[in-house]
Structure formats: structure tokens, C-alpha cells
């Protein structure tokens, strides 16, 4: 598939549990952006990475979150000792740095935390 | 900082009425412009865009204008459908590095 892909769609977890949401982009795309989308609001920004330079991380909500991308590809967001209110949809988004700029997104993975 | 405020909702309209959904934003420099729409159990999908002053953007009977003087990329439709039921977002563009900027989402319903 030439869209952005995110894995697992769902997933449920236990207060205090680490969760990882992995993230593939489109092939080509160096622009790579991390948002939360919680019930009812708009999209909060996460962490941007572009290329090799070093990630904005400018929108993570406490320690307990960070991400990675490997290769310049792919991209997982780890949250650790996860909280109720970290329950939300995680989207995933990439982008060219030129040309049009938009950014294409993934369908999202759907967080519970009970 | 760079930002984007839009018209909170929701938006109920008859099929067949027109639509205005506003949106202003606050940049430095010229930022690109965007609606996103999220059709009920989808993912975001890029609806349309400008990327310059006096800019409309189209699609499927959408259209934005990017107003510099008004710092607005309002969002019309002369005729909405069923179809048309869905979440819009509109978002920035920074011209000077990458990070985008989205709006808190108005919800559109039309109804038969």
C-alpha cells in the first residue's frame, strides 16, 4: 500500500503498563509527525522528526513519552506507565518537504488504558 | 506563536443549504493553508489547500480563499449533502520550518 500505515489499530491496556505504537510512512517521506487526537478535541501535536536532524519534541506531554525513528523510516511511540488519561487516538503523519507540504495520515491506533 | 482558531461546533444543516465554516490564523510570514475533513470511522484526509495570498482552494464543490489582509481561510460549500457529514479541521503551515498547526475541528451533520 503507498498510504500511511499504523499498527495495532486497537489496543487496550492496563494502568501503569508500557504501551508501543509503531508508525510506517509513506516510502520517500522525510517529514514524520506524532499526534493525539482525545475525545471530542482537536489534534495535539507530539514530536516531529525530519530527516537526521534531532526530533522537535517540543509537544510531548510528560517524560513517559518518547518515539524513535529508525532509518528514517519507521517510527515508534513508546508510553510508559500509561495513565486513563493517556486514552486517545494516536495518529501518525508524513509528509515530503517540498512541493505540496501536506501531510498524509494513518488511520490511527485507538489507546484504551483501564 | 503560530496558531489557528476555527468556528466551534456543531454545525447542523439542512441538504441543500449553504455552508460557512470560519477559520483565522495567526503566523508570521506566509504560512500554508489547509482543510482536513474526517468522514465518521476514517482517518484525516487533506480536503483542500493554498499556499499563497488570494489562493482558493477547491474540491468536491469546497472552496477556501486565503485572505492575508483578514488572516482567514474560511471554508464554503454552496451545497452540502448527506455526504458531506464529517469532521473539518483547518491547519497551518509554518513557512519556516515544518510543524503544522490544526484547529480544534468543527462538526458538520447534514440531514435529508
Known amino acids: 500500500g503507498a498510504g500511511v500505515s499504523q499498527s495495532p489499530s486497537n489496543k487496550v491496556t492496563e494502568k501503569g503498563k508500557d504501551v508501543e505504537l509503531r508508525c510506517d510512512p509513506i516510502?520517500?517521506?522525510?517529514?514524520l509527525y506524532w499526534y493525539r487526537q482525545s475525545l471530542g478535541q482537536g489534534l495535539e501535536f507530539l514530536i516531529y522528526?525530519?530527516?537526521?536532524?534531532?526530533?522537535?519534541k517540543s509537544g510531548l506531554p510528560s517524560d513517559r513519552f518518547s518515539a524513535e525513528r529508525t532509518g528514517g523510516s519507521v517510527s515508534t511511540l513508546t508510553i510508559q506507565r500509561t495513565q486513563q488519561e493517556d486514552s486517545a487516538v494516536y495518529l501518525c503523519?508524513?509528509?515530503?518537504?517540498?512541493?505540496?507540504?501536506?501531510?498524509?495520515f494513518g488511520p490511527g491506533t485507538r489507546l484504551t488504558v483501564l | 506563536g503560530d496558531s489557528v482558531t476555527q468556528m466551534e461546533g456543531p454545525v447542523t444543516l439542512s441538504e441543500e443549504a449553504f455552508l460557512t465554516i470560519n477559520c483565522t490564523y495567526t503566523?508570521?510570514?506566509?504560512?500554508?493553508l489547509f482543510w482536513y475533513v474526517q468522514y465518521p470511522g476514517e482517518g484525516l484526509q487533506l480536503l483542500l489547500k493554498?499556499?499563497?495570498?488570494?489562493d482558493k482552494g477547491s474540491n468536491k464543490g469546497f472552496e477556501a480563499t486565503y485572505r492575508k489582509e483578514t488572516t482567514s481561510f474560511h471554508l464554503e460549500k454552496g451545497s452540502v449533502q448527506v455526504s458531506d457529514s464529517a469532521v473539518y479541521f483547518c491547519?497551518?503551515?509554518?513557512?519556516?520550518?515544518?510543524?503544522?498547526?490544526f484547529g480544534t475541528g468543527t462538526s458538520l451533520t447534514v440531514i435529508p
Open positions: 503523519a508524513s509528509s515530503l518537504t517540498s512541493g505540496g507540504f501536506e501531510q498524509f
Open positions: 516510502s520517500g517521506h522525510t517529514a
Open positions: 522528526f525530519q530527516g537526521n536532524s534531532a526530533p522537535d
Open positions: 503566523a508570521t510570514g506566509y504560512p500554508s
Open positions: 493554498a499556499t499563497k495570498a488570494d
Open positions: 491547519a497551518l503551515r509554518a513557512n519556516t520550518g515544518n510543524q503544522f498547526y
